[in-house]
């Protein structure tokens, strides 16, 4: 970590949960962080479990990353206010309790895809553009799911949390492929990850 003391990430989804802790660990290890999230005051509330004379690198920006136009803003004011991105970690997406054969389903559906998915293309666009722009090594982190990778098969009611989810983790793993060939194509210095966890309870935004 010695190599991001003092660098800029940008954590999405970092109100709760998995964003959270990533946020608390990577203030308390010396970066600077800048969460992005809805509920910018839930970020902020993190700071009591920040180390006290590291307190203050974590910042907190409104952003609802299902948004481009909140994207393109939120990172347009890191770059004005901090420097611009050294790391990314795209990390916010949803969950829903429906099927994709469920009838009345469409906004479930879109806000799933439009969070896991797009959110997640259009906040690595705007970070790579920022790092580029710098000549800076910077580093693209995926926060994936296992079922981005196999389905596993039930007849369980949890199944009917998986419609869009599994689809878009799936999605996820392919962006992160070709993410990797468009850096190396470009001859970027830039790295692109993926880290796969377990599927979050049903209805949790994260």
Known sequence: MEQWHGKIAVV???????GAAIAIHLTNAGMV????????????????????????????MQCDVSKE???????????????????????????????????????????TWETNVMGLVMCSREAYQSMKRRSVAGHIININS????????????????YNM?????????????????ELLNDKSKVKVTVHELIIKPIGERF
């Open 165 to 181: 989810y599994a689809p878009s983790k799936h999605a996820v793993t392919a962006i992160t492929e070709v993410t990797r060939q």
């Open 146 to 161: 296992i079922v981005g990778h196999s389905l596993p098969y039930s007849v369980e009611a949890l199944i009917s949390s």
């Open 69 to 111: 136009s909140d994207i393109v803003v939120a990172f347009k004011n890191i770059e004005e206010t901090f420097g611009g991105v050294d790391v990314l970690v795209n990390n916010a997406g949803v969950v829903r309790d429906t099927r994709l054969i469920d009838p009345n389903n469409s906004l479930p559906i879109r806000e």
């Open 33 to 60: 962080v800048v969460g992005l999230a809805r509920r910018t005051e839930r970020t902020l509330a993190l700071k009591e479990q920040i180390f006290a004379n590291l307190r203050n690198n974590l910042h907190a």
């Open 12 to 18: 999405t989804g970092s109100s709760a949960g998995i």
